[in-house]
Each structure stands twice: as structure tokens, then as C-alpha cells.
Nanobody, 116 residues
């Protein structure tokens, strides 16, 4: 069964940090480009960060550049999102996405709330 399971979300104060993880199973993780998306209440889902299958050049939404870092460990079939200097506007459900030329999969999401 192909599966993406996110973890690491929670409540954090403004200026704090969180590290999200997404563990993949049931497919060949190393051939998939991986991304993190987020969806805030009442808003559309948006791309936050992406990393290609070979772990090369990453790209980020302008709103998170310099604060978030995406990385992957193909040996562990896991992608990470390190989030620093968090702001209240980063509050959202964060989703992991795996994409290949033929398939793409979504995780169930993990809630991140930034509030004092």
C-alpha cells in the first residue's frame, strides 16, 4: 500500500521552530520528486517547498524563503521540512506530496499552529 505519513506538527509560539517529517512506503521513494504544501483555513492549498528526486536544486514559496528548508533522505524514504522563525501566517495543515511522471500521492496532513 502506497502511503505518506506526516508527523512533527503542533503548536509553537511566533519565532519558534518545527521540523516536519514525511515517511513514505509502498513505492520507490528515490524516483519521486517530493514537495510540501499547506492549506490554511478558508484558503487554497499552496506549494511551500519542493525537492527533486535526486536531491538537487530546491525551490520555495516567496513567503518562506530563508526560513524553511526542505531535505530528503532516500535511504530512509523520508522528506523533511525544517521551519524556523515561524509566523502566525504559517498556521495551516501541511501536506506531503510525492510526484513522478505517472503518479502522485498525498499524505493525510499535519496541523501547524503558530500562536502566542
Amino acid at each position: 500500500q502506497r502511503q505518506l505519513v506526516e508527523s512533527g506538527g503542533g503548536l509553537v509560539q511566533p519565532g519558534g521552530s518545527l521540523r516536519l517529517s514525511c515517511a513514505a512506503s509502498g513505492f520507490t521513494f528515490s524516483v519521486y520528486a517530493m514537495s510540501w504544501y499547506r492549506q490554511a483555513a478558508g484558503k487554497e492549498r499552496e506549494l511551500v517547498a519542493a525537492i527533486p528526486n535526486y536531491g538537487g536544486a530546491t525551490n520555495y514559496a516567496d513567503s518562506v524563503k530563508g526560513r524553511f528548508t526542505i531535505s530528503r533522505d532516500n535511504a530512509k524514504s523520508t522528506v523533511y521540512l525544517q521551519m524556523n522563525s515561524l509566523k502566525p501566517e504559517d498556521t495551516a495543515v501541511y501536506y506531503c506530496n510525492a510526484k513522478s511522471p505517472m503518479y502522485h500521492y498525498w499524505g493525510q496532513g499535519t496541523q501547524v499552529t503558530v500562536s502566542s
